[in-house]
């Protein structure tokens, strides 16, 4: 090869390495795709905060479909009837000064399994997944969601929140009760998210009724 190519070939090489080449990754590919986003159609929680049911699985992906890891996924609660408790479980990181505004990170899958620990449920769509990387000037909204919570009923005032715990209690058990006899059709008691009233329901509220008394976030 003559010394003149061999220079032509080597600037060539030297412009793919800056360039990145054919291997790179455009910077579009961290940005979040919505359409291309598994979410959940309904949030499903509890007191205890221990569903984690494969339904609550969130996978952020990018425009050509591929899984974007360390996405911070966040869920708001603000506009719904669902309220989260003050403490959560390893992971999920309530946003500073918004105590209706959940956080998580996806893993190298992209994935996050979000269970809180939330009071209160939520039959219309208001509650509300956003996604965020690095290169996002702003969080995509992902979709709006239903949710609910085997503690469906919010029975402590918001001025009373800082010393009186909420919990699965008896108002829950006589709605409860009188949903799961009655074979209601309403989404606030399919806590399993079937799409039915049944037994994987009751299962789940018997396991929270009368434990997991927590204090909820402060407004
Ligand atoms: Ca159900």
Redesign the pocket.
């Known amino acids: 090869m003559r010394s003149l190519d061999r220079l032509h070939l080597v600037l060539a090489l030297l412009a793919l390495v800056v360039l990145g080449g054919p291997f790179a990754r455009p910077a579009a590919a961290q940005v979040p795709s919505a359409s291309h986003c598994k979410v959940p159609s309904k949030l499903l929680s509890t007191s205890s905060g221990s569903a984690g049911s494969p339904r609550d699985t969130i996978i952020v992906r990018d425009a050509s479909n591929t899984p974007i890891s360390s996405a911070l996924v966040t869920i708001d609660f603000r506009n719904s009837g669902m309220t989260p408790y003050a403490n959560q479980p390893s992971g999920i990181t309530p946003v500073d000064g918004f105590c209706q505004m959940l956080t998580m990170v996806t893993d190298a899958t992209g994935r996050v399994i979000f269970s809180p620990r939330m009071s209160g449920y939520e039959n219309d769509t208001r509650i509300v997944i956003y996604a965020r990387t690095a290169l996002c000037d702003s969080a995509i909204c992902l979709a709006h969601i239903r949710g609910t919570s085997t503690d469906f009923i919010t029975s402590v005032p918001a001025a009373n929140r800082w010393n009186t715990p909420e919990s699965v209690g008896l108002p829950e058990f006589a709605a409860f009760s009188s949903a799961y006899t009655s074979h209601s059709a309403d989404p606030r008691y399919?806590?399993?998210?079937?799409?039915?009233?049944?037994l994987?329901?009751l299962a789940l509220f018997t396991a929270e009724y009368g434990y997991y008394s927590a204090l909820l976030c402060l407004p």
């Open positions: 399919d806590f399993d998210g079937n799409g039915s009233i049944g994987g329901d």
